[in-house]
């Protein structure tokens, strides 16, 4: 059907890109049921008392099996399409130093031959590049040799399953397939970036820095010598890079000739590369609609805004046969773990689509395929020196070295390179610092924003050299922390003061009390002499991680129907964290209950046209201040669903939008009602504050005046056409973007840099003359900005969550193995949105924690996932008897108050169980391992 003709649920424009026109549409028929019929996704059913949704609102479909993920979706299950689904599937490269030369399908035989194959000739031809994000080559050309391991080389496309599948089992493992030149080596290629953070502190943590990123400027690299960065020359009264690094040759010669009184320790530390792992495989179901010169897509996408625009582009430089005026892209839930941000399998599919006769085609990655080309956790190389005061056990200086593998793209293995250096310092504070990130081009498979994002690599060796700073000054390890915690309004590495209360010397006093830690000795001696050939260990870390990517943007709308009903839409992707269901909770604060109807992955914001230009991480101010004079700017668009970013980021433009249908809909209906009530002169005279404002038991109070039900409200609301609707977007640069709006003449200054406006049923002619988008929205012009300057960039990190674990395990001589016996967590993570949400994060992050410290492990080139013979078979995740899934606890610090926002803890709470692992290792046999994971084998060689 042309989209002229749309069905029931119309397709709604959502920006035009190069040309491009891009739309977002809710998928139809049994798969539109699936994903967003109240029948399917139910309704929050919440607890008024405690504000907490008794489960989650995808719970039972997921649990039933209905169609709830994007690799559930055939083509029969989208209204419009031709109902016959067809299948591709994608040879690659397994060997990456030499030339690749073809392929031969002589296998296949006739019978299996694709019916269409598409390779770099077809691309090159007709014009279709990746956008500049993902590089070069989308299929290798005959000639090169390829940048990584796995690289593909052709799209092989079937009209019929049956054919497809036998033609790739008989593929499959089969080396003589692709064909290559002689032995060349691999490609050598300069960094993906390359970064150094020096600081030199005041005389107190509290003074003023006399150098550091935030104050001055980070420094970068003068020049790419030989593949590796040369640093500019060190001058004391040169540019910022110059006088940088001065201090940083200072640092590190202060190191090598240190104080009588300094201890120093020089240390190495190696983390594996490790697979993302998310039980959902990539895949794709696209289809070209020649007719209306339409690319539909059904995607699996943290960030499906980015995949809209990405698609856009590539089509709108395409050339010859193949011409696209629409992209139409329906966003599904999704499991990603960082996996399914910023990759390029979304692009692969609406490749594969534009060669496949006009059919609907799937794209989708087994198990096998899945190991081979997944995003990975970098493997890194660390180089730690680092310097305590023996009499007063604090540290002194801090010079560390982080070399990240970002094999064969991009991707995000700068920033990720840069976060872990900037991260290393974890929960302490360091008087001066000078750390360096690199993030190397290898032919590994792509590495990129998996969880932990780096800060999981360096914290965890941090936490391992603590321990040992504490054993050789003879400390006890928790007191040794105490002394060198950071505290709220010490400053980071980079010289940023955290922004809110840093709560990690309560963690740390929680830890030091508990039973695990304050009877290990004992235990230790009465667990040895119980168990024979066994010894005991106790280990503890604790960390802190940042929550945010300093550019994260958002928009959410909120609107209360006449019947009561509230309808959330939010940009943000459902991955598997349970956003839909805590981010229609967190109206509840502002409007008294949940979200009753909850759309996520909404890339349509024509009721609020926000535009941005440039890049939020490197623009000047100058740039920022002349595009910031159009009242509709931001720098940044929408954040993918990544960095941890939900909890805070998202739930704040939630509020914002709920905050404003309160204050300026339900409120003065309220007011009216009251003043309605009192009557006469006393009306005039009504004196109560919003600041009052209770809701309670589905009723809103204040000062003591009649407590109103919920939908009395509501109809006063609409009956007097006020605020009943609001779609708000917000920027944040380590602090939120600021705006004054004029909301029916009131001048209101808010947290956010972009507003709409729905009023309700009654509103007179004159208000709705001014509700002019497709939603019925007044787009209300900021009259003045406050956007936080872009030297704040420099901050790197502001934002913190704490978590502290406590792990008892145990070791079998003979064999190495480690049996974690019981292990215990303290969170801080600011006010719950949802405490059983809070714990399955908590519950999931430990065993991905355990996986890492433990048993996950990728051999990163020839032998490893990219040559295609990788699977759950060699690799192992962990399992229930893994993690001590009974004996295993936890613990939230209470909140300060009422008011603390909610903090992003996805990321945090896997990463404290590997270095107390590891510590708790060094406990039970006296060794302490430095490189990842500590294996049986690891163990024995120890022990033998």
């Not at 692709?178 to 691999?186: L, M």
């Not at 599904?332 to 085609?361: E, I, M, Q, R």
């Not at 963690?507 to 304050?518: D, G, I, K, N, S």
């Not at 020839?862 to 690799?875: L, Q, S």
Request: hydrophobic share 40%; glycine share 8%; with cysteine.
């Amino acid at each position: 059907m042309p989209l002229s003709n749309p069905s029931r649920r119309a397709f709604l424009k959502a920006s035009v890109v190069a040309g491009v026109s891009v739309y977002i549409a809710p998928l139809g028929g049994r798969a539109f049921a699936a994903l967003f019929e109240e029948k399917i996704l139910t309704p929050v059913q919440w607890d008024s008392k405690s504000g907490a949704p008794r489960f989650r609102i995808d719970g039972i479909a997921k649990v039933t099996g209905d169609k709830v993920f994007a690799r559930d979706i055939r083509a029969r299950d989208m209204p419009h399409w031709p109902q016959q689904q067809s299948h591709a599937f994608i040879l690659r490269t397994t060997l990456a130093d030499r030339p690749y030369e073809g392929f031969d399908l002589g296998l296949l035989g006739e019978d299996l031959k694709p019916d269409r194959i598409v390779t770099a000739d077809d691309l090159q031809r007709d014009g279709i590049a990746f956008p500049p994000f993902y590089g070069d080559d989308i299929l290798l050309p005959a000639g090169k040799t390829p940048a990584y391991l796995g690289q593909a080389v052709a799209i092989l496309i079937y009209h019929d399953f049956a054919r497809y599948r036998f033609a790739k089992d008989k593929l499959k493992f089969q080396d003589q397939v692709i064909r290559y030149g002689a032995p060349t080596g691999p490609l050598q290629r300069d960094p993906w970036g390359t970064f150094r953070y020096v600081r030199v502190g005041g005389a107190t943590p509290y003074d003023e820095d006399v150098f550091s990123s935030l104050k001055n400027a980070p420094v970068f690299p003068s020049a790419m010598r030989k593949h590796a960065p040369v640093w500019p020359d060190g001058i004391d009264h040169g540019n910022p890079g110059e006088v940088g690094m001065a201090h940083a040759a200072r640092i590190r010669a202060e190191l090598d000739n240190p104080p009588a009184t300094w201890l120093v320790l020089d240390r190495e530390y190696r983390t594996q590369s490790s697979d993302t792992a998310a039980l959902e495989p990539d895949n794709a179901n696209c289809w070209y609609e020649a007719a209306t010169q339409t690319l539909h897509m059904v995607v699996a996408t943290q960030s499906p805004v980015e995949v809209s625009e990405s698609a856009a582009e590539m089509v709108a430089k395409a050339r010859g046969p193949l011409p696209v005026k629409r992209v139409i892209v329906h966003p599904c839930y999704t499991v990603g773990y960082g996996s399914k941000d910023h990759y390029n399998f979304p692009l692969y599919g609406l490749v594969t689509a534009l060669y496949a006769d006009g059919k609907p085609v799937r794209l989708a990655n087994d198990r096998f395929e899945q190991f081979q080309t997944s995003i990975k956790r970098h493997a890194f190389n660390m180089r730690y020196r680092v310097a305590v005061d023996r009499e007063t056990g604090l540290f002194q200086s801090f010079a560390g070295d982080f070399e990240a593998n970002g094999g064969g793209r991009a991707n995000f293995s700068a920033s990720v390179a840069m976060v872990a250096a900037t991260a290393a310092q974890s929960i302490y504070y360091f008087p001066k610092n000078d750390l360096t990130a690199v993030a190397i081009a290898s032919r590994a498979v792509d590495a990129g924003s998996a969880r932990g994002y780096g800060t999981l690599q360096s914290m965890a060796a941090t936490e391992v050299l603590v321990d040992e700073f504490a054993e050789q000054l003879k400390l006890d390890p928790i007191e040794f922390r105490l002394r060198n915690a950071l505290r709220s309004g010490m400053k980071n590495t980079q010289g940023a003061i955290p922004a809110g209360a840093i709560r990690v010397d309560e963690v740390l006093e929680a830890a030091r009390v508990h039973p695990l830690w304050t009877g290990r000795a004992k235990k230790k001696a009465e667990y040895e002499a119980a168990h024979s050939g066994k010894r005991y260990g106790v280990g503890f870390a604790c960390v802190q991680k940042d929550f945010g990517t300093g550019a994260e943007a958002s928009f959410a709308k909120v609107e209360i129907r006449r019947d009561g009903q509230i309808v959330l839409h939010h940009v943000a992707a459902e991955i598997g964290t349970g956003m839909s269901t805590s981010q229609a909770v967190a109206v509840s604060r502002w409007l008294g209950r949940p979200a009753t109807e909850v759309r996520v992955a909404v890339t349509d914001w024509s009721d609020l046209p926000i535009v941005t230009s440039g890049d939020p991480y490197l623009m000047s101010q100058a740039e920022q201040d002349k595009a910031a004079a159009n009242p509709r700017w931001s720098p940044a668009y929408a954040s993918p669903s990544s960095a941890t970013n939900s909890a805070y980021y998202f739930t704040h433009s939630t509020r914002e939008a709920a905050r404003i249908v309160f204050m300026h809909g339900l409120w003065p209906a309220a007011l009216a009602i009251w003043r309605q009530g009192i009557g006469g002169g006393q009306a005039a005279s009504l004196v109560v504050r919003v600041e009052d404002a209770r809701w309670v038991d589905g009723k809103l109070t204040a000062g003591g005046l009649e407590a109103l039900p919920y939908q009395r409200i509501v109809d006063k609301a609409h009956e007097l056409g006020l605020v009943t609707g609001a779609v708000v977007h917000a920027f944040n640069r380590w602090q939120w973007n600021e705006a004054e709006f004029d909301i029916d003449g009131a001048l209101t200054r808010v947290p956010i840099d972009g507003l709409s406006v729905r009023y309700g049923d009654g509103a007179d002619a004159t208000r709705k003359a001014t509700m002019t988008t497709p939603g019925g929205y007044r787009v209300l012009d900021r009259k003045k900005a406050y956007m936080v300057p872009t030297q704040r960039n420099n901050a790197a990190v502001t934002y913190y969550s704490a978590v502290g674990t406590l792990v008892e395990l145990s070791v079998h001589e003979a064999s190495g193995r480690v049996e974690l016996l019981s292990h215990h967590s303290i969170m801080e993570c600011g006010s719950q949105l949802s405490p059983e949400l809070v714990s399955g994060q908590l519950q999931g992050g430990l065993a991905m924690g355990i996986g890492h410290a433990l048993h996950e492990y990728l051999p990163l080139y020839e032998d490893g996932p990219g040559n295609g013979t990788w699977n759950f078979n060699r690799y192992h995740l962990p399992r229930a008897s893994d993690v001590a899934v009974w004996t295993q606890s936890g613990t939230v610090l209470p909140p300060l108050s009422e008011t603390d926002p909610p903090k992003g803890i996805a990321e945090v709470v896997m990463i404290p169980v590997v270095g107390a692992i590891v510590n708790g290792i060094a406990h039970a046999i006296g060794h302490r391992f430095t490189s990842l994971p500590v294996t049986a084998e690891k163990i024995q060689e120890v022990l033998a």
